[in-house]
């Protein structure tokens, strides 16, 4: 390739740096380059006019390869954009852009090189875009100028005002998956806005992906964010309005997890991301995740999910290389079914740090080349006809167990609550959990209790409410497991011990601190259970009446003991959910429960403490800070409180529900 002369003039001045602020204006679109939500087309990239040329990442060099050349006038200047595969500070470009005539091929051209000790004309370099602007007055141009430019290893020559606009476009989807986790609210302000959890030590979270791409308006897919559990957490937040705002606008793509016509607010989605859940679209992990396929007679598409790599991943210099030329390799292709999947985890990616996914997703927002897919945008997207050949992310085989032995332990007791009628019930004889171990039951047409030899524990209380001929079950005590897993720490998991397999985990009502699954030697006769420990050193009576649960304690020394309180733990799952807890102060004790009813009231003659899972939303909104001394409920299971009660030998202890 020849090499360009050096500007032949120094009446222009030359000023060469980084002008960040005021390219990122030039180069990004602007807000609402979605599709209104009335239905009007969608606004054009403010540069997608002036394109002239798309280069492919063929040079040796990053700072020497042009993907890019624009031309527009703006103003009283021709302004000329050009787009290098990268380049880390100014002085690792040179360009040499040359102006002739396009009208007299033979007149003498402008001659410009960057850099340059001579003034010819001002010129912004954006590292960050990797993009270089020049603005020649136009009154220094001839009537049609012609544009050359080159480096010294590529060159893009012949450009016109009037030559024809690239058609080419890189289809970029961006999916995302373990993109929130909350079973406490510890957990959720961490998955939100945490402090160090990102790969690299920095802070993170799914808070940092939505503000990135509210500023630069880019749809992306949160593939798991609308699991019940997730929504729950978010409402608890006060997060969920922004989210279902985004929705609307078109900036997020939910796909559905439950078959609930209406959940938190969000209507059906036209996309899944769930083996049970039956959609038109479906998202799948495929090892094709360059098209969407349709099989033959199916109604079904299946639109390939990104898997993270290092080199996908967003770095403090933005894309990496391997992102940038797949952008270019994508817009060249021929294929028109051929598309680019980018994101994966967003818990283990740094799509979630603030320093790295808004340089990420300025860097797409600035070509008006790269076409972010809209939802839209993938239901009309041409398909490969046939069946992808589907593959699953290796499974978090520890967690899944754990899920698995727990929910095995609990959803028979919660069946046989259900399926009571209010019969009268006293025996130690039935394994209602399946663990091979018998529980107690003690109930009356008033309350079902269930308690465990195995640490002599009341492992879940109901309630029977009337209203009219209507009889309305209510859960007032069970334990953390019913409603979140995995607790302790994880190398401490262990199914084979039963419901002792997550040390973290509250597993019911007064057991023992010391031992919670010490066995006990059970004796039962009418309403009354008693348990006595094998060295006879500890005796818990409970008595069943018509107005609530007697707790005594025969002991050699005062203990404190732990009461789970699970107040209709499904309440979770309605809008607003967290504010409708309450505590209150009652005679010789307190309640806890929600405000308008059920509670569960405790009065005793020792001390009672209650810790609740809501003393520290008001601190969810606020950057996590792992210096803060945060209350004792901030690690408490959503929507589990803790009472802490001091027994002496011979004290009494009250359970009832209130209306």
């Known amino acids: 390739m020849d090499e360009l002369p050096h500007s032949r003039s120094p009446r222009f001045i030359l000023i060469a740096g980084i002008l960040f602020l005021l390219l990122l204006t030039a180069c990004l679109s602007p807000p609402g380059g979605l599709p209104p939500s009335d239905g009007s087309p969608r606004p054009a990239h403010p540069w997608a006019n002036a394109l002239r040329a798309l280069d492919p990442a063929d040079a040796p060099t990053p700072s020497n390869d042009i993907t890019a050349v624009y031309l527009r006038p703006d103003g009283q200047d021709l302004q000329i954009r050009i787009d290098l595969l990268d380049f880390q500070a100014p002085k690792q470009v040179s360009l040499d852009v040359r102006i002739g005539d396009a009208s007299v091929p033979e007149a003498v051209p402008l001659d410009i090189h960057i850099p340059s000790e001579t003034a010819s004309t001002r010129i912004s370099l954006d590292p960050l875009l990797a993009t270089v602007i020049v603005d020649v007055p136009l009154s220094q141009l001839p009537a049609a100028p012609r544009v050359d430019i080159s480096t010294p290893e590529d060159e893009v020559r012949g450009l016109t005002l009037d030559s024809p606009i690239p058609t080419q476009t890189a289809p970029l989807l961006l999916t995302f998956y373990d993109t929130f986790a909350g079973r406490f609210p510890a957990e959720a302000l961490r998955s939100w806005n945490g402090a160090h959890t990102g790969p690299r030590g920095e802070r993170h979270g799914l808070k940092h992906l939505l503000d990135a791409v509210e500023e630069y308006q880019i749809p992306i897919v949160l593939l798991d964010l609308k699991e019940p559990e997730n929504l729950s957490a978010l409402d608890a937040m006060g997060v969920l309005p922004r989210i279902r705002q985004m929705e609307q606008e078109g900036t997020l793509i939910l796909p559905d997890q439950t078959e609930q016509e209406v959940f938190f607010g969000f209507s059906p989605s036209q996309f899944t991301y769930s083996e049970i859940v039956s959609r038109s679209h479906v998202f799948a992990f495929a090892n094709d995740t360059s098209h969407i396929y349709h099989p033959l007679f199916s109604r079904t598409n299946f639109i390939p999910i990104a898997t993270e790599t290092d080199t996908t991943q967003p770095t403090p210099d933005e894309p990496s290389l391997e992102v940038r030329r797949a952008l270019l390799e994508t817009t060249l292709n021929a294929d028109e079914k051929d598309l680019l999947v980018l994101g994966g985890s967003l818990r283990d990616s740094t799509w ?48 899944d167990k754990l899920k698995i032995h727990y929910k095995n332990l609990t959803q028979p007791v919660l069946d046989f609550a259900a399926n009571w009628e209010g019969s009268p019930l006293s025996s130690c004889v039935t394994d209602l959990d399946k663990d091979n171990q018998p529980e107690c039951v003690l109930a009356n047409d008033g309350y079902l209790a269930i308690l465990d030899p195995q640490g002599a524990r009341l492992t879940y209380l109901f309630s029977v409410a009337r209203i009219g001929n209507s009889r309305y079950l209510h859960q007032l005590i069970g334990p953390s497991w019913q409603v979140a897993i995995g607790l302790g720490p994880r190398s401490q998991w262990n199914p084979e011990l039963g419901e002792a397999a997550d040390p973290g985990a509250y597993p019911g009502a007064f ?37 609530g649960l007697e707790v005594k304690y025969q002991t050699q020394k005062p203990v404190t003991v732990q009461i789970p309180l699970l107040v209709d733990p499904e309440t979770r799952f309605t809008p607003g959910w967290a504010e409708k807890y309450v505590q209150e102060k009652t005679p010789g004790g307190v309640a806890w429960g929600l405000e308008y009813g059920p509670m569960v009231r405790i009065q005793t003659e020792g001390t009672i403490t209650i810790r609740a899972f809501n003393e520290s939303l008001d601190l969810l909104t ?22 802490e009660v001091e027994m002496q030998d011979g004290y009494f202890l009250w359970l009832e529900r209130l209306p």
């Open 352 to 399: 979630g740090s603030p320093d790295m996914v808004g340089a990420m997703l300025a860097y797409f927002a600035s070509r008006p080349y790269i076409h972010l897919l809209a939802a839209d945008d993938l239901i009309t997207f041409p398909t490969k006809s046939g069946k992808p050949e589907l593959r699953s992310l290796p499974p978090d085989e520890s967690i």
């Open 511 to 547: 057991a023992d601190a010391d031992d919670p699954f010490k066995p006990y030697e059970p004796a039962i006769e009418g309403n009354t259970l008693v348990f006595t420990s094998l060295d006879g050193t500890r005796i818990k009576t409970f008595h069943l009446t018509e107005n």
């Open 622 to 643: 606020i950057p996590e800070d792992p210096d803060f001394e945060y209350p004792p409920g901030h690690y408490f299971p959503f929507p589990m409180a803790i009472a």
